[in-house]
């Protein structure tokens, strides 16, 4: 049998042991997983009195721009293609060509909003969409934790300037919103190819 003094000392140690300070060990950065639908689907925007159209996925909604009041009395062409299930906006913008607002001045306002966050921006890529009645467009995919990755313009050159953007509701993170954005690409790529003109007086 083991001795009473060597007993007690080894039941001091088993104590001691067990009262060790835990050790905190932080895991890896782990990001909300994001669901995409299965597959991509578009209806067509047309409502009366506005001068464009276009196809948008099935799974958003068509909106009107309310973020200012005064502009929308003086832009009521402006409108947000909702994803509400991707908690994600594409904010379209319309302008008229005009001598007091000429396509060089649209173009290079538009650009300047586009690259206002460049200190976030490691990469630039580009794609371009243009039709047989001489519709193009450009869409810059800004790479990094910009505000918007995906910029656009499309326009006709004589009348009519279209400017869109896509945001989410939460801090530019492009890893975490990577599985979004690659998805939303099609969808911006498609809405940019559908986008039609309205004959003055006809719209």
């Known amino acids: 049998m083991m001795h009473t003094k060597g007993l007690k000392l080894v039941l001091l140690l088993l104590i001691f042991a067990s009262c060790r300070p835990h050790v905190f060990t932080p895991k890896p950065t782990g990001f909300f997983k994001i669901d995409t639908p299965d597959t991509h689907q578009y209806r067509l925007f047309d409502r009366p009195g506005f001068p464009y159209t276009f196809e948008y996925p099935v799974y958003g909604n068509v909106t009107q721009d309310t973020m200012n009041r005064k502009l929308m009395s003086q832009f009521p062409y402006w409108v947000n293609v909702v994803i509400p299930n991707l908690d994600g906006t594409i904010n379209i913008t319309y302008r008229d060509i005009s001598p007091e607002t000429p396509l060089n001045k649209l173009n290079e306002d ?89 004959t003055p007086g006809k719209a």
């Open 110 to 198: 538009s650009w300047y909003l586009s690259f206002a966050h460049h200190d976030k921006m490691d990469s630039l890529g580009y794609w371009e969409c243009d039709d047989k009645a001489g519709t193009k467009g450009v869409l810059l995919i800004l790479g990094g934790n910009t505000a918007s990755r995906y910029q656009f313009v499309v326009s006709d050159s004589l009348r009519h300037f279209i400017r869109g953007a896509l945001y989410f509701n939460t801090t530019p993170n492009s890893d975490s919103l990577k599985p979004a954005t690659d998805f939303l690409e099609t969808d911006i790529k498609h809405l940019m190819s559908t986008i039609k003109w309205k």
